[in-house]
C-alpha cells in the first residue's frame, strides 16, 4: 500500500509539472506571437526565428509530453490498483466452452 501512495504522489507531481510547463509554453507562445509582427504589419518569415529557439521549443514539448504521459500512466496503474482491478495476466478468458 505505501508503493501505490508513492506512485499516486509521484505522478501526481507529473501531472501538475506538466501542466504547468504548458501553461508557460503557452504565454510564451504568445509573447514571441506579438515580436514576429514587423513593423508594417505582416508576419516575419518563419525561418528567420533562431534554431537554438526552436530546438529549445521542440525539447521542452517533449519534455513536458513525456511528464505528462507518465503522470497519466501512474494515475491509472493507481487507481487499478487501488480498485483491486487485475493485471492482463490474470485476468481469464472465457472461450464459451462447456467443461464436464
Same mark, same amino acid.
Request: aromatic share 12%.
Given at each position: 500500500?505505501? #508503493?501505490? %501512495?508513492?506512485? /499516486?504522489?509521484?505522478?501526481?507531481?507529473?501531472? !501538475? &509539472? /506538466?501542466?504547468? =510547463?504548458?501553461?508557460?509554453?503557452?504565454?510564451?507562445?504568445?509573447? +514571441? $506571437?506579438?515580436? &514576429? &509582427?514587423? %513593423? @508594417? *504589419? *505582416?508576419? =516575419?518569415?518563419?525561418?528567420? !526565428? @533562431? #534554431? $537554438?529557439?526552436?530546438?529549445?521549443?521542440?525539447?521542452?514539448?517533449? +519534455? +513536458?509530453?513525456?511528464?505528462?504521459?507518465?503522470?497519466?500512466? *501512474?494515475?491509472? !496503474?493507481?487507481?487499478? %490498483?487501488?480498485? @483491486?482491478?487485475?493485471?492482463?495476466?490474470?485476468? %481469464?478468458?472465457? +472461450?464459451?466452452? $462447456?467443461?464436464?
Amino acid at each position: 500500500m505505501k #508503493k501505490l %501512495k508513492t506512485v /499516486a504522489i509521484i505522478s501526481t507531481l507529473f501531472l !501538475l &509539472i /506538466a501542466f504547468i =510547463m504548458l501553461g508557460y509554453f503557452q504565454s510564451w507562445s504568445n509573447s +514571441t $506571437q506579438v515580436s &514576429i &509582427i514587423n %513593423k @508594417n *504589419g *505582416g508576419f =516575419m518569415d518563419i525561418s528567420l !526565428l @533562431n #534554431k $537554438q529557439m526552436f530546438s529549445a521549443m521542440i525539447f521542452y514539448l517533449s +519534455t +513536458t509530453f513525456t511528464l505528462l504521459v507518465l503522470g497519466i500512466a *501512474g494515475s491509472v !496503474l493507481s487507481i487499478a %490498483k487501488w480498485l @483491486n482491478i487485475p493485471e492482463s495476466e490474470e485476468v %481469464k478468458m472465457d +472461450t464459451g466452452e $462447456q467443461h464436464d
